[in-house]
Nanobody, 125 residues
């Protein structure tokens, strides 16, 4: 049974930092794309960041570029999201995901196969 478990969420002040982790179990995802999405109250879930299996290519939503960094440790079957210079508009439930999709439409929900249960990130102003 595949399971993705996020951790590291919490409350942070604007301008602060937070590191999210997502550990996978049930199978090895070293050859899969890993990613993060988020959903703010009253809004649809949106793409945040993605990383290829090798870690050689990363993609970010424009709203987080330069502030967020996605990375992965295949030996630990874990992906990370470093949040720096947090803003109140970053407040959301953050979900990690895994994808076998190799196309360019990586920001679409439908192209991701497995999802975590989410972790809350709240940025206070």
């Amino acid at each position: 049974q595949v399971q993705l478990v996020e951790s590291g969420g919490g409350l942070v002040q604007a301008g602060g930092s937070l590191r999210l982790s997502c550990a996978a179990s049930g199978r090895t995802f070293s050859s899969y794309r890993r990613g993060w999405f988020r959903q703010a109250p009253g809004k649809e879930r949106e793409f945040v960041a993605a990383i290829t299996w090798s870690g050689g290519t990363t993609r970010y939503a424009e709203s987080v570029k330069g502030r967020f960094t996605i990375s992965r440790d295949n030996a630990k079957n874990t992906v990370y999201l470093q949040i720096n210079s947090a803003k109140p508009e970053d407040t959301a439930v953050y979900y990690c995901a895994v994808s076998s999709y190799v196309g360019s439409d990586y920001s679409a929900d439908k192209n991701w196969d497995y999802w975590g249960q989410g972790t809350q990130v709240t940025v206070s102003s």
